[in-house]
């Protein structure tokens, strides 16, 4: 929301000073911060880090679940031999296993969530750094992520010029 205002008002200001709009020249940017994270070499690792991560999560999820799924199989097989309490007793047991599941579910969303966060925002504030110094050096007036952007020319787009500075960089 800030950045579509942002957009939005520097769009009104071009249009609600014609004279000031002409009086400068604006040199406008775009960067891609998610491809510029995705690309730089610290970015990978990173990556490389959380998918490693996330495919042992998911794994022991998995047999969970598979493991879940063979309680209820044989508890829908043993209903007609079971007692009434029996019963009720299995599938009390059954759904605490289940809710006890989609906790861990949840809380390892929200781990490899923060991990990303905690992995990525040190990077993500150091291309901001270089892009930060990218535009003053070449004297852009704003540049804009290009999230915000509906469209723009190639020519805009300083991404490829962060992502080269960062690597050089690290």
Do not use: H, Y
């Amino acid at each position: 929301m800030r950045k579509s205002f942002l957009l939005m008002a520097l769009t009104l200001s071009l249009f609600a000073t014609p004279s000031m709009a002409s009086a400068q020249t604006l040199k406008l940017g775009i960067v891609d911060f998610q491809a510029a994270l995705n690309d730089v070499e610290e970015g990978k690792k990173a990556r490389k880090v959380l998918e490693t991560r996330f495919e042992e999560k998911r794994l022991g999820l998995e047999a969970r679940r598979t493991e879940l799924e063979s309680i209820r199989e044989s508890l829908e097989a043993q209903k007609a031999l079971l007692s009434e309490d029996a019963l009720r007793g299995k599938e009390a047991e059954f759904n605490t296993m289940a809710v006890e599941f989609q906790q861990d579910m949840m809380e390892a969303q929200q781990e490899m969530s923060q991990m990303e966060q905690e992995l990525t925002g040190g990077i993500l504030e150091k291309l901001l750094t270089v892009a930060q110094a990218i535009s003053k050096e070449q004297g852009f007036t704003l540049v804009i992520e290009a999230q915000a952007v509906v469209f723009a020319q190639d020519s805009l787009d300083i991404t490829s010029q962060v992502i080269a500075r960062f690597n050089a960089k690290q």
